[in-house]
């Protein structure tokens, strides 16, 4: 496991980040000036001290999330199923009119979107290249290619849905790609000392949770729904912006597919199981 921070800082570091031996990206204005410098380094790396140094002296902009090893993502039980790669806007894209079109009930005041009810549409046909999984952007839907959705199939996963993606001007479906739905939520489990910045919404009653950034998630274990491959936690996250989600969670069975046949374009968190908060 490593912890990493996706860091912006004054251009004025770029002197210090080439001696640091960090790798940048300058961040480009519109008028192809630049004014700052972007980058990843995890805290196991040399130079982190002094960039921590930096980023609470500045108050940089600082992301962190966690990146597991393999054999960290085999030998959990239950694995979160996170979105990785993303392409394509949902159509009609304008004035997001999609949402209605797609989803039976939205919050207007925290931005949740409630029961899927039509297949997405995309514009033309999906090309993903060495890819097997897609991520619409504006959502957390899980796309993947016909191989992928043979597996699954004929391995017989349980609690996973396939639905059709539609082509939006031919109106027809996606020979490339399909959405996997995960109609199964696990009771509530999330770790008390994982509820970060609760936001109860007065209109539809959810409370969200910060994202998840660092090291494991912790879930209860008797929380779990048992005899599914697939299950979404009960908790839903995204405090602090006009969207949110639940987690996506996945058997080991489920992630070890994934990662026995290298399908790229999801991110595989492991989760702990706790017996009690
Ligand atoms: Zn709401």
């Not at 980040?17 to 410098?37: A, C, F, K, P, W």
């Not at 290298?262 to 595989?268: D, E, F, P, S």
């Amino acid at each position: 496991m490593k912890i990493w921070h996706r860091i912006s800082f004054g251009s004025k570091y770029e002197i210090l980040l080439s001696q640091l031996n960090v790798e940048y990206e300058r961040g480009y204005n519109h008028d192809d000036t630049y004014s700052s410098v972007v980058f990843s380094i995890h805290e196991s790396d040399r130079a982190w001290p002094e960039i921590e140094h930096i980023v609470k002296k500045d108050e940089s902009f600082d992301f962190p999330y966690t990146t597991f090893e393999d054999e960290e993502i085999l030998a959990s039980e239950w694995v979160r199923l996170c979105t990785g790669f993303k392409r394509y806007y949902p159509q009609p894209k304008h004035d997001m009119k999609y949402v209605k079109d797609t989803f039976s009930d939205e919050c207007s005041s925290c931005g949740l979107e409630f029961a899927q009810k039509a297949p997405f549409r995309i514009k033309k046909e999906a090309k993903l290249g060495k890819y097997d999984f897609v991520s619409l952007n504006w959502t957390y839907g899980i796309f993947a290619t016909q191989r992928v959705v043979e597996k699954v199939q004929q391995a017989g996963l349980k609690g996973v849905e396939v639905w059709p993606v539609m082509l939006h001007r031919e109106d027809r479906p996606s020979e490339v790609i399909s959405q996997l739905l995960f109609p199964n939520v696990a009771k509530p489990g999330l770790a008390d000392y994982e509820k970060v910045d609760p936001e109860p919404c007065l209109e539809c009653g959810i409370t969200k949770y910060a994202f998840h950034k660092r090291g494991y998630m912790h879930i209860q274990h008797a929380a779990l729904l048992k005899n599914v491959d697939a299950q979404h936690t009960y908790e839903w996250f995204g405090s602090d912006t006009k969207w949110g989600f639940q987690e996506i969670l996945i058997s080991n069975r489920f992630a070890r597919m994934i990662v026995d046949k290298k399908w790229k374009g999801v991110i595989l968190n492991p989760i702990k199981l706790i017996e009690e908060t």
